[in-house]
């Protein structure tokens, strides 16, 4: 079991349900500092909606999330007691998202874009947020790309901006949903590489994919999803290989 001292993020008891749809039930997760996790499972078993809470993009009905012993998203005193948006907030920005869709301001360049939080949030002087944003566009491979507009750039050159931009205000976490999901096959493994040395510099990450072969490369373990629980977590070659789950098994079979 994992030592929860070392835990950087935990969930413990997390629920949430839309309606009479229970889509997170009683969700016990941790992550380590430098530990990479691949969520697996079929659609609408509740791994997006795992990271909109952990991101604080919307708020669990019952259970708690705290990244570094500290918690996330409601009171510490107080469970029902909702916080300001300003103290949300100020808790998201150690929390990095990157989405299905590249979610770009279409009106600003790469360059623009990955500075455009430096600015808003962080308060940075408008040359320093360019020049942290042009050496982040250049870790991700395109920082002779820095000056074009989104409609210019291709689905896997906007999706490395949109890591760039996360990345650009030093999240403690990353968090990546089916980062790869809308993007043409050939464009995937331009996005995958980047994730893979993010990974390989120690970076957390919790990425909700359906890539095996990143699962394999780059995770540490790989956690399986249905139905609002989690039903299998081993190490990648364990979880591909000899899977102990029988919905796990099916899956698999499903997406090889």
Not at 9 to 32: E, M, P, Q, W
């Amino acid at each position: 079991m994992t030592d929860a001292r070392s835990d950087l993020l935990v969930a413990k008891n997390l629920t949430k349900s839309y309606g009479s749809n229970r889509i997170l039930d009683g969700i016990d997760f941790s992550v380590r500092p430098g530990e990479v996790k691949a969520i697996m499972g079929p659609s609408g078993s509740g791994k997006s909606t795992m990271l909109r809470l952990f991101a604080l993009l919307e708020r669990a009905d019952g259970g708690t999330i705290e990244l570094e012993g500290r918690r996330l998203g409601t009171d510490p005193e107080k469970q029902s007691r909702v916080l300001s948006e300003r103290v949300l907030a100020r808790q998201r920005r150690d929390i990095g998202m990157v989405f299905q869709r590249f979610n770009l301001f279409p009106h600003l360049t790469a360059l623009e874009n990955v500075a455009s939080g430096l600015r808003i949030v962080e308060k940075m002087n408008s040359s320093t947020a360019r020049d942290k944003a042009h050496a982040m566009l250049e870790r991700v491979g395109l920082g002779h790309r820095s000056g074009h507009y989104p409609g210019e750039l291709s689905g896997g050159q906007q999706q490395r901006v949109a890591i760039a931009r996360a990345l650009v205000m030093n999240p403690k976490v990353m968090l990546f949903d089916e980062p790869t999901s809308a993007l043409d096959p050939e464009l995937v493994s331009e996005v995958l590489d980047v994730m893979v040395s993010l990974a390989q510099e120690g970076m957390t990450m919790l990425v909700v994919t359906h890539e095996a072969r990143f699962a394999r490369r780059a995770a540490d373990r790989v956690v399986m999803f249905d139905a609002g629980r989690i039903i299998e977590d081993a190490e990648p070659d364990a979880f591909f290989d000899a899977p102990t789950h029988e919905r796990t098994q099916r899956f698999l079979s499903r997406i090889h």
